[in-house]
């Protein structure tokens, strides 16, 4: 049976005798960047989301060395977000890969790590270097100045409890290792004090690219 469908100023199809300013997707923008409808990369974000890009960036307060400490020890890392206009820019550019692309998965495996195949090596955790690669975040989070988010892509599985996500003893030794081998050994000059370091692992239900292997994601 045919219906109509009566949005709210909150909806993506909005009354078009509305006030357009008080449309979610506009506040917050200049009013040259009003739009009647919602800009295709903004669709179906949820509630968080546009609460954010809703506010000012003034609004934000930048995230401490101690608040990123505090979050990966008590595994709050949800917390983590970005200010509404790197939010803004984020959301726009996912959208321009996933129409150039296909998928953002695409894009990092063939332009960012420049990786013909994911399939790891033989070897144990972080041996071959074949298997890995450092980047930095192209979206880092709202952070304070002087503080670097690292990604460290990889080819083979992070072990986890399947229950927790929580990483195994084990791989969390690999890691550890690795950490201190490529950041905390060498010239003095070059040498990141391990306690200036602090690491996670991304929740399976935080990462935006699910198929390329498991991500590491380093502050320092």
Partial sequence: MPHSEHPTPRGNTPNPDADISTFWWNINQPRQ?????????????????MGILMKRDDDFKRFSWEECEELVKTNNIHHFQRSSSQLRGYLQYVHHLKKTYGSVLTYIQRERLHWD?????ADAPFRDASDYRILYNDWPYFVEEGIRHLVVW??????????????????????????????????DDKMVPRERIVWFKNWKTLKSVHALAQDCNIVS
């Fill in 117 to 121: 195949t994911v399939t790891p090596s």
């Fill in 33 to 49: 960047k009003w739009t009647l409808e919602c800009p295709a990369y903004l669709l179906g974000q949820s509630e968080k989301n």
């Fill in 154 to 187: 990889t080819k083979f599985l992070i072990d986890e409890n399947p229950e927790t996500g929580e990483v195994l003893p084990e791989a969390n030794q690999q890691i550890e290792n690795f950490i201190r081998a490529t950041f905390c050994e060498g010239p």
